[in-house]
């Protein structure tokens, strides 16, 4: 079974400063990795996976993640936000060696201030 | 193309009420998935479908949580005789091959 664990339930940054958010997972199995966001009222939003191959992956929005398998991590960096990063955003993960359940953390609120 | 959507968008349901929730995945997307979502947690899973046969319910979390998909496009959800602790946004999500789960935009039930 696998876990994932964000270690920021809440997170304020001001606008145009650099963020990361972390994940963690925990799996007996190779896996593949996920960064979604929610906006407030809506459905999640794929912002960038990992499947395979460079461990540096590039999503949209100009955010960018970095698996580190020796760590469990995958966290989720900007260089700069806007305002319209405010959301909620959530890691998840599925097994690479069983269907498609995937697992999710319990979020990060990212509130970008002006 | 048109996405994932779900209706109703909203339902208030008095205890005891049965209510049916409906998704309508990506046309030809064989994997179809539920989600519960409670407030500021993150989604958990429910149950999976693949066409229409269903291939894991272990997260349903009572006997009172039905799913089906009998033509292997549409799903409903379904609560019987639905309690408070059922108040949560319910999501949908279909995925092709590529391991994207597209999510449609949510119900959010309200037991009062």
């Known amino acids: 079974a696998q876990s994932v664990t964000q270690l920021d339930s809440q997170v304020p940054v001001f606008e145009e400063a650099p963020v990361e958010l972390r994940c963690n997972y925990s799996?007996?199995?190779?896996?593949?990795l996920f960064w979604y966001v929610q906006y407030p009222n809506q459905g999640l939003q794929l912002l960038l996976k990992?499947?395979?191959?460079?461990?540096l992956v590039k999503g949209i929005n100009g955010f960018e993640a970095e698996f580190n398998k020796s760590q469990t991590s995958f966290h989720l960096r900007k260089p700069s936000v806007h305002i319209s990063d405010t959301a909620e955003y959530f890691c998840?993960?599925?097994?690479?060696?069983?269907?498609?359940?995937?697992?999710f953390g319990p979020g990060t609120s990212l509130s970008v201030i002006p | 193309g048109a996405g994932v959507s779900q209706s109703p968008r909203y339902k208030v349901a008095k205890r005891g009420q049965d209510v049916a929730l409906r998704c309508d995945p990506i046309?030809?997307?064989?994997?179809l998935f539920w989600y519960q979502q409670a407030l500021g947690q993150g989604p958990e899973f429910l149950t999976y479908?693949?066409?229409?046969?269903?291939?894991?319910k272990s997260g349903l979390p009572s006997d009172r949580f039905f799913a089906e998909r009998p033509e292997g496009s549409v799903s409903t959800l379904k609560i019987q005789r639905t309690q408070q602790e059922d108040s949560a946004v319910y999501l949908c999500?279909?995925?092709?091959?590529?391991?994207?789960?597209?999510f449609g935009p949510g119900t959010r039930l309200t037991v009062t």
């Open positions: 799996s007996s199995v190779s896996v593949y």
């Open positions: 998840a993960v599925t097994s690479k060696t069983s269907y498609d359940k995937v697992i």
């Open positions: 999500a279909s995925t092709d091959v590529s391991y994207e789960q597209y």
């Open positions: 479908f693949q066409n229409e046969a269903q291939l894991d």
């Open positions: 990992y499947l395979s191959g460079s461990t």
């Open positions: 046309s030809g997307h064989v994997s």
